[in-house]
């Protein structure tokens, strides 16, 4: 007959026994977690060009010294047999399982925010229109809207239709304005038989009511609205519209010879870029009257120019930013880096700060700021592996700046907009079906690309599982 041991060793013989599940339990776990971030989330199969799953290394690691812990914490166990009580392994079975959960909070912590796909519209399929760009609604209501040559569709806050506006019989949607004062947005459209465009559309972007509509000829380029203004280039004039009613506030003749490449309104000017018989040349006109405040040579490089602002005047030119005082002198202009202002360029204003993805020497792309008050550069922020900067948005409900990059993986990015620098770590993106171009408004993401098999919205979320 055994003689039964002391209480003390006893309980050390349950610990030793509960601490050897434990740790073969979470080796177990992080064993069976590598061999997923390997076989299922690795790029490519290795780990180079940031292709290595985040938090891997630091996984590996803890799966082997957790798997040495164990087969030292059975040794002991076998060595002193501290596996012949059942009251023990109940004991151990029950910790075991127990230590999986902070087990995986480590996993989590380890690899770090991500975010999967929530919900998603059904592609369009084969044949659809030419998607043109979005708008943003209400932050709060989530509403979302986005242009096709065949029309434009606001999605509400659940990503379901809320509203449609086809294009005319026979006609197309050309174009559409950036910015949306007052939730009213600007459409150029097309009808049968004519040029793109010959008719400009004020919507309201809530509720996709038209709220008025002008039939100008021969339309040039994007509307723009700013204040309380509707603005348009067309081959002879530039036409200002009240931004509510659509009455004519006032017209500007171009300059003879002159020929309009992109206009930007704001309450206090607007700004027209045009090609004369001296070169290119930006024009700010009164927001009032539309009369010529002043004109300015804007520098040609191997890039056409650009208009950032209309208040602050600001442009780009020849691959530098150039800010405007009041009588159209060059406050400053930047030196570095050099600004592109064409190919897959993502700018971002906000306030009186210019956010643009620049060139690093050709290898990657990097996000600068520059003040649109003096023209100065304020932070540069590059991003780890990424190599290219895919989408900019303004995080009005934080103050922030998020920023969509591409490497081996999508990474969300909130950046401070004073210093550039990350709020926390970046969140991946995993397995999202976006196109080469796409816009970002809150969580929802919608697509651009002339591809029908691609969701043209979706909205992520944060993932709980693996």
């Known amino acids: ?19 050897a599940c434990t740790f073969s339990a979470v080796a177990v776990l992080y064993a069976v977690l590598c061999a997923k ?9 290795v780990c180079d060009y940031g292709g290595c799953p985040r938090g891997l290394d630091s996984l590996l690691w803890w799966t082997l010294l957790a798997g040495l812990a164990a087969g030292g914490l059975w040794w002991s166990v076998v060595k002193g047999r501290a596996y012949r009580s059942g009251i023990g392994w109940t004991m151990a079975v029950a910790v075991a399982l127990f230590a999986l959960w902070p087990g995986w909070l480590g996993f989590s912590w380890l690899r770090g925010p991500h975010m999967d796909l929530f919900s998603f519209q059904v592609p369009d399929g084969p044949g659809a229109a030419k998607p043109l760009g979005s708008w943003a609604g209400n932050p709060d209501a989530g509403f979302v809207i986005r242009a096709r040559a065949d029309g434009v569709t606001g999605y509400n806050g659940e990503g379901r239709h809320g509203w449609s506006l086809p294009a005319p019989a026979g006609g197309a949607v050309c174009a559409m304005s950036t910015d949306t004062p007052s939730d009213i947005g600007l459409l ?25 509509t002008k039939d ?10 700013g204040g309380s203004l509707a603005v348009t280039a067309t081959a002879d004039a530039v036409l200002a519209h009240d931004l509510v009613t659509g009455g004519e506030l006032w017209r500007f003749p171009l300059p003879a010879g002159a020929a ?28 009032r009257t539309g009369a010529v405040a002043w004109r300015f040579p804007m520098p040609v490089g191997y890039e056409s120019p650009r208009i ?87 995080d009005g409900r934080y103050g922030r700046i998020a920023v969509v990059t591409e490497g081996a993986y999508h990474h969300l990015w909130h950046l401070d907009p004073r210093t550039g620098k990350p709020d926390g770590e ?4 995993r397995g999202l079906r976006l196109g080469e171009s796409f816009a970002l408004h809150g969580r929802t993401f919608v697509n651009l690309d002339d591809d029908g098999h691609l969701p043209p919205i979706f909205d992520v979320v944060s993932t709980t599982g693996w």
């Open 216 to 225: 100008v000829p021969k339309l040039v380029g994007k509307p723009s609205a």
């Open 37 to 45: 971030l390997t076989a299922v989330d690795m790029t490519d199969g």
């Open 188 to 212: 150029t459209l097309t009808t049968a038989g004519s040029g793109c465009g010959n008719r400009l559309v004020a919507v309201d972007v809530t509720s996709g009511k038209q709220l008025w």
């Open 426 to 429: 970046s969140t991946v993106l």
């Open 308 to 394: 950032v602002s209309a208040s602050p005047a600001a442009a780009v030119g020849d691959g530098r930013l150039m800010v405007f005082d009041e009588a159209g002198r060059v406050r400053a202009q930047s030196q570095e880096p050099y600004v592109p202002t064409t190919g897959e360029t993502e700018w971002l204003v906000v306030g009186d700060v210019l956010y643009a993805s620049v060139p690093e020497r050709e290898k990657r792309e990097l996000l600068a700021a520059f003040s649109l008050k003096d023209g100065r550069h304020l932070w540069t922020r590059a991003f780890e592996n990424d190599w290219r900067v895919r989408a900019l948005a303004a």
């Open 1 to 19: 007959m055994d003689t039964p041991l002391p209480l003390p060793k006893r309980l050390r013989n349950h610990v030793r026994l509960a601490a």
């Open 260 to 287: 309009a490449m992109e206009v930007a309104a704001d309450a206090d000017r607007v700004l027209l870029m045009a090609r004369t018989d001296a070169g290119v040349e930006l024009f700010a006109l009164g927001a």
